[in-house]
């Protein structure tokens, strides 16, 4: 299978930085989603990379390898309104593949 | 606006009854896909469909069916409903490229008693 696999649970600060890392197989990969999932709603877009690199969308910016089979969410200026959970995603295919989540809290 | 539906949002049913989950989408997109999302496994690709009268068993398949008459609909039926069925199911569709991204509809809360 293509596991892709995040921590589950992560806690920062408001106003801080957070990284949150995700490792998928490489084998059929395509490309990497991230989604932000609030509790009880849908998941929703937030980047999408093919290709090596930084892709930065205001807050959030988005960090692919595909050599080392890795990927990484970066928020910052952390709010309250950014605790949820937080998708990777992996194309195979034209299938998503996701990982457990990242559930992500942000204290006062 | 275009949008992607699922009905019912909410269903009680008992063990061994026969429910159908509906999804509709107004993308015009050829690829749609069932999710069932439990606490930590995330969400696990169910059955999905490339096209009309296309569908694929995912990774928990087993228990479920699906059929597509037509672009917009992708119903999801439970044959014989289980509580291990308890959970929640997401529809979603994409484009046919493979970099579309993938779109939620809002979730169906199912448990079976």
Redesign the interface.
């Known amino acids: 299978?293509q596991n892709i696999d995040q921590p589950?649970e992560m806690t920062a600060t408001e106003g801080a930085i957070v990284q949150i890392n995700c490792t998928y197989q490489t084998s059929g990969f395509?490309?990497l989603?991230w989604?932000q999932q609030h509790a009880g709603?849908?998941?929703?877009?937030l980047s999408?990379n093919?290709l090596d690199g930084l892709e930065e969308k205001g807050r959030f910016s988005s960090f692919l390898s595909r050599s080392k089979g890795y990927s990484y969410l970066l928020l910052k200026e952390l709010q309250m309104k950014d605790s949820a959970s937080y998708?990777c995603?992996g194309?195979y295919?034209?299938?998503?593949?996701?990982?457990?989540?990242t559930r992500l809290s942000v204290l006062p | 606006d275009a949008e992607i539906t699922q009905s019912p949002r909410h269903k009680i049913t008992e063990t061994g009854r026969q429910v159908t989950l509906a999804c509709h989408q107004t993308w015009n997109h050829n690829n749609m896909f069932w999710y069932r999302q439990d606490l930590g496994h995330g969400l696990r690709l169910i059955h999905y469909s490339y096209g009309v009268q296309d569908t694929n068993k995912g990774e928990v398949s087993d228990g479920y069916s699906v059929s597509r008459s037509n672009t917009e609909d992708l119903p999801l039926t439970l044959e014989s409903a289980a509580s291990s069925q308890t959970s929640v199911y997401f529809c979603a569709s994409s484009k046919i490229e493979g970099d579309g991204e993938l779109f939620f509809g809002e979730g169906s809360r199912l448990t079976v008693l």
């Open positions: 299978g589950t395509n490309g989603f989604y709603e849908a998941p929703t877009f999408y093919v998708l995603a194309i295919g034209q299938n998503f593949v996701f990982g457990p989540g």
